[in-house]
């Protein structure tokens, strides 16, 4: 905290609290993207066992996203008064043991309640991580800092797929949940020993509501962008993501169910592209990396049409390589761009597309119920352009490179 009136410049890379700030993030992000998502790779499973429709089985999901996107808002607030440290504390903790009963509820019903809880829970990590950084990291290294949380938000995304795919398959859905929850325990335990005590949180400016700074958001031109941006690029990453394992274990494919997970591997070019795209940020400016993810997805979608399962993995590769090329850049914006109330600002855009997540997570299912594949990658295609318009309108005006 500011003790002396001055601003607190920040962590510098290559210096111990550094390393310790990037590790604890990435912890964070691994445990909290892992238990949200980790319900992704057991959905045929579980659709199977419970014998539900697919968009009903994405419930699981959708669920968990829902949560989270109930509580960002909430948890921006409660770290303005706590501190940001504190706060993701509290949530990975709470969160992390409501990961390891949900599996154990009798019923979807009750599954589905408890992970509606665990988003909640987890909520405070996604909603400050992004203003946490930008207050303790020097303002000219925040987007490599957070192109690191974002690699573990992916990293916890695939182990938590290739984890609980696996394990349903040998000994059940119920189990490889579990063996999620107990990995994400041990990085809770990971993050309260390793973060560093937080020196530029300056907690909220007198008189200055919560609702009044969410507001102020809103009429920003260049932070809505972002906001319309992370709904629509997300909400499409789940779509896909969500349906890939009922397209591939469909004939012509007809890939058995142990070996649907090895796909969330593709995953893995995520981390990579965010990792570049943060550190191009800082050369080109925000814009054109963005647009440039935007065109790569949709490039992508026709080789996710292919018939022939080396096209359609490629497809995959393509397709997450830019959905990461554009998702950290835009989420770093939302830190960066905001003058005030920057925890709000960050909440707002992990609301956005936390929403889009669930919202489209679901209603692209009903698409693929009743019209298939094809129909359900238009409705991507859609999506995505929504988002290249948003972000060429509302960051044209030169401040998504103020504070590169």
Known sequence: MREDGRAWAGHVRGSEDYRRLVL???AAGFATFAQIFDAQAVLPALARDL??????AALAVSATTTGLACSVLVWASVSDRVGRTRAMTWSLGVATVLSLLAPLMPSLAAVVGLRVLTGIALGAVPAVAMAYLNEEVRR???PVAAATYIAGNTIGGI???????PVSEWVGWRAGLLAVATICAVLTWVFWRVVPAPRGFAGRAPGDRAVRRVLRHLRDRALLATYVAGFCLMGAFATVYNYLGFRVTAPPFAVPEQLVSLLFVVYLCGTVASR????VVRRVGALPVVL?????VLASLPLLLADDLVVLVLGLTLFTTGIFCAHPVTSSLSGQLARTGRAQSTALYQLSWLA???ALGWASGHVYDARGWAPTLLLVAGATVVAGLAVA???SGGRATVRR
């Open 393 to 395: 309108v509302g960051l």
């Open 24 to 26: 604890a993030l990435f």
């Open 276 to 279: 570049v795209s943060g550190s």
């Open 292 to 296: 440039t993810g935007v065109v790569v």
């Open 159 to 165: 182990v938590g797929r290739l984890v609980a795919g």
């Open 356 to 358: 889009g997540t669930a």
């Open 51 to 56: 014998e539900v429709a697919p968009a009903t």
């Open 140 to 142: 000219d290294q925040v």
